[in-house]
């Protein structure tokens, strides 16, 4: 909104145009789309859509994709009943507010790991073996775009709607004692550097399909699940 007494400016402005001539009236209707226009157009490029890209460090540049932030992928113990059972995409160099150095509350945030075995559907191009690395993430942003979405089990976007990436789907392991989130991987992931150790904090393992439930043949029992993130 313009600030007040605008919109009133502007309703006298248009009945005193009443009294002009056909040619200064169109000129004062221009003004006014055109102000109109500009505050939209303003206030619209402040929007845009977000997700996170996991397992990649940057955004795809290709569909005006702005990098926020690369961080690593964090979520709780892999073993561990309590604590949150999402994934967060941490900033690489965090930030301190008020602090206790120590060890008070033992609810742990761990960096996550690939868990990757015979069943490895990702190209391999950036890092190989993916095998215990300690995966990344990415905050991304397109400015013209308002909606984005993860849709399991697609590799390609609906109609009308912008590919960001292409993955497959990953989450903890069902025998663990602690549940996650599922998150779409990129199929061609990175790794941050020197993390190669097997530590298991939180673990990614590939999502398979099982008959039952799920309507087959459409889905295949054992078949690793692709996924695509998409915004419009």
Known sequence: ?????????????ISQSQLLPEEEKQALI??????IYKHYKQNITHGGAT???????????????QTI?????ASGHYNVHGGGGNYQCLPKIPQWGRYTDGEQ??????????????????????????QNQNAVCAACRIENRSSSMMVPGWL????????????????????????????CVDEDPEAYTHGQAD?????????E????????????????????????
């Not at 909104?1 to 402005?13: L, S, V």
């Not at 069943?119 to 073996?129: A, K, M, Y």
């Open 105 to 130: 509350s033992a609810n742990w945030i761990y960096g996550v790991e690939y868990e990757l075995h015979a069943n490895n559907p990702f190209l391999g191009n950036n890092i190989s073996p993916l």
């Open 156 to 183: 390609n976007c609906p109609a009308d709607w912008t590919t960001e990436y292409q993955g497959y789907l990953m989450s903890s392991h069902p025998t663990h004692a602690g549940r996650s989130t599922f998150v």
């Open 209 to 232: 399909s099982h008959c039952g439930s799920l309507p087959c043949p459409f889905y295949v029992q054992g078949r690793e699940l692709p996924c695509v993130v998409c915004t419009k």
């Open 51 to 65: 997700y996170i890209r996991w397992g990649r460090k940057w955004c795809n540049n290709a569909t005006g994709a």
């Open 30 to 35: 221009q003004d006014i789309e055109t102000h």
């Open 199 to 207: 530590e298991n904090g939180g673990l990614w393992y590939t999502v």
């Open 69 to 73: 932030y690369d961080g690593v992928a």
């Open 1 to 13: 909104m313009g600030p007040p007494g605008e919109a009133g400016a502007k309703e006298t402005e």
